[in-house]
T-cell receptor, first 115, second 114 residues
Framework: DAKTTQPTSMDCAEGRAANLPCNHSTISGNEYVYWYRQIHSQGPQYIIHGLKNNETNEMASLIITEDRKSSTLILPHATLRDTAVYYC????????????????FGEGTQLTVNP | NAGVMQNPRHLVRRRGQEARLRCSPM?????VYWYRQLPEEGLKFMVY????????ESGMPKERFSAEFPKEGPSILRIQQVVRGDSAAYFC????????????FGSGTRLTVV
């Protein structure tokens, strides 16, 4: 699975949009981009994933560049409860029962939402 | 519609004792993954299991650690003869087949070895 690069930390004002970038320049055609977050001491939480089209759900939007070498997770109206470590993960889709299906977490971005 | 259930939430063991961590996957999920998070470090993959089968144990330490996911009951991560360096948060996740729609994680078990 391709490697990702994220900034170590970011700050955002409460109520403003938080835009978290991720570089994945070695991504291949069958690899999805997944985003998870981990609020302090809790289990990681799935946010969103996409292949090449932009995606939106109730939590966030995912913007993937046309060449798929980078993406941005957007939290449209950040709240204090969005303070967490955000992980961008690239992983191929699995089509075989025994092909292995791990997610490999990097260091992520520590997002701090300030009042 | 319970999520992934892990117990106990906190576990204290003396050096040399055994630790058993349990994980019940979400309803309808047949794939289980265990991760370890050492203090101030990232999440490290340990093992991936399906019912009665270990699919990928490349992240498991070679000694003292074992995992199972029996036909009936929860998945168990077992650590024998615990040492202080085993103190960590252990997270379990589950998914449907292949996990292409992401994993659901439990709240973790915090193991403290004294």
């Amino acid at each position: 699975d391709a490697k990702t690069t994220q900034p170590t930390s970011m700050d955002c004002a409460e109520g403003r949009a938080a835009n978290l970038p991720c570089n994945h320049s070695t991504i291949s055609g069958n690899e999805y981009v997944y985003w998870y977050r981990q609020i302090h001491s809790q289990g990681p939480q799935y946010i969103i994933h996409g292949l090449k089209n932009n995606e939106t759900n109730e939590m966030a939007s995912l913007i993937i560049t046309e060449d798929r070498k980078s993406s941005t997770l957007i939290l449209p109206h950040a709240t204090l409860r969005d303070t967490a470590v955000y992980y961008c993960i690239v992983r191929a889709t699995r089509t075989q029962e025994t092909s292995g299906s791990r997610l490999t977490f990097g260091e992520g971005t520590q997002l701090t939402v300030n009042p | 519609n319970a999520g992934v259930m892990q117990n106990p939430r906190h576990l204290v063991r003396r050096r040399g004792q055994e630790a058993r961590l349990r994980c019940s996957p979400m309803k309808g999920h047949s794939h289980v993954y265990w991760y370890r998070q050492l203090p101030e470090e990232g999440l490290k993959f340990m093992v991936y299991l399906q019912k009665e089968n270990i699919i990928d144990e490349s992240g498991m330490p070679k000694e003292r650690f074992s995992a199972e996911f029996p036909k009936e009951g929860p998945s168990i991560l077992r650590i024998q003869q615990v040492v202080r360096g085993d103190s960590a948060a252990y997270f379990c996740a589950s998914s449907t087949r292949q996990g292409n729609y992401g994993y659901t994680f439990g709240s973790g078990t915090r193991l403290t070895v004294v």
